[in-house]
């Protein structure tokens, strides 16, 4: 297998997807041929798909929170907090996932880019996502207690844009990467590479003059893409394929 050098002069973005916690046992979104229960993703996970049938989304999430609480981080998520104690500053970890279970292998550097499911928040008024890891029984759709409107969870779904913030987080860390006069890397690890903008960032690290991974079971839609493809589970690949110096 190739190895990863990370030495005093590696700054290190990683971008991570559903396939990095398949192994704990949180199943991937395209890996169940893109439905659940035969509703497609982009009707569960959509602001159309609440406003249609908010019961529906919630037991979605409800089921998803109580799925992701009751399990491990593995040794992917272990190795990845391993590489960010070793490199400090110069690491960042651009997470896809909701599922909470970076933060619990150690992780601290973290950019949640597609929300969290253990916060809520309101459609209908300003009041601040809230930590919330009640399981809402089926059948039922909570209110806000400050408005009364609808409660939904606080994740970025298909056609809502990503908080400027995070995004800002990742771009200013490429940017003092790839201008530290050291060796700026990416790598991806566990995502189809279907959905953007986390797809793209690839291409911003090229443009850059970054050095670009990809760590995935299957051949994801940007492969083509990256320098290095290492084939694998990340579970068993992550904890292999970097040699901290
Ligand atoms: C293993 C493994 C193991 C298995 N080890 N590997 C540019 C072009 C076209 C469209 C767009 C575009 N820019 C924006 C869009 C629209 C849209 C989009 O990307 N659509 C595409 C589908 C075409 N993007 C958005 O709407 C985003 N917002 C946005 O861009 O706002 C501005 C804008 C709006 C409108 C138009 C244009 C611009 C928001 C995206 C939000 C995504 N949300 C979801 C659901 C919420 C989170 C949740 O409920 O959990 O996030 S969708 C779903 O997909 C989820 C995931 O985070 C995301 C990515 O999936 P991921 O992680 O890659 O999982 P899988 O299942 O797809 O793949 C798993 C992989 O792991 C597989 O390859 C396996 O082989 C592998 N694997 N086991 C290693 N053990
Ligand atoms: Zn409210």
């Not at 400090?88 to 973290?110: C, I, K, M, P, W």
């Not at 991974?213 to 904890?239: C, H, I, Q």
Request: aromatic share 10%.
């Amino acid at each position: 297998m190739q190895q990863l050098i990370l030495d005093s002069n590696t700054w290190l973005l990683v971008l991570t997807g559903a396939g990095v916690s398949a192994e704990s046992g949180v199943p991937t979104f395209r890996g169940m041929d893109g439905l659940w229960e035969n509703h497609p993703v982009e009707d569960v996970a959509s602001p159309q798909g609440f406003v249609k049938d908010p019961l529906l989304v919630w037991r979605f999430y409800s089921q998803r929170r109580a799925a992701a609480a009751s399990v491990q981080p593995n040794p992917g998520h272990a190795a990845l907090a391993a590489w960010e104690r070793h490199l400090g500053d110069r690491f960042l970890l651009a997470t896809q996932n909701v599922d909470g279970l970076h933060r619990r292998a150690g992780s601290e550097r973290v950019v949640e880019m597609h929300g969290t499911l253990f916060k809520t928040r309101c459609s209908k008024c300003q009041r601040a996502p809230f930590e919330d890891t009640t399981v809402y029984p089926a059948g039922t759709v909570p209110g806000c207690r400050e408005c009364g409107g609808i409660l939904r969870p606080h994740i970025v779904w298909f056609g809502e844009y990503l908080d400027p913030a995070d995004m800002k987080k990742i771009e200013s860390f490429a940017y003092r990467g790839s201008t530290s006069g050291g060796r700026f890397v990416f790598l991806a690890a566990g995502t189809s590479g279907v959905v953007y903008p986390a797809a793209g960032i690839v291409d911003r690290v090229r443009e850059a003059g970054g050095e670009t991974w990809l760590v995935n079971l299957d051949p994801a839609e940007n492969s083509g893409r990256f320098e290095y493809n290492v084939t694998g589970k990340s579970g068993e690949v992550l904890p292999k394929l970097a040699k901290l110096m």
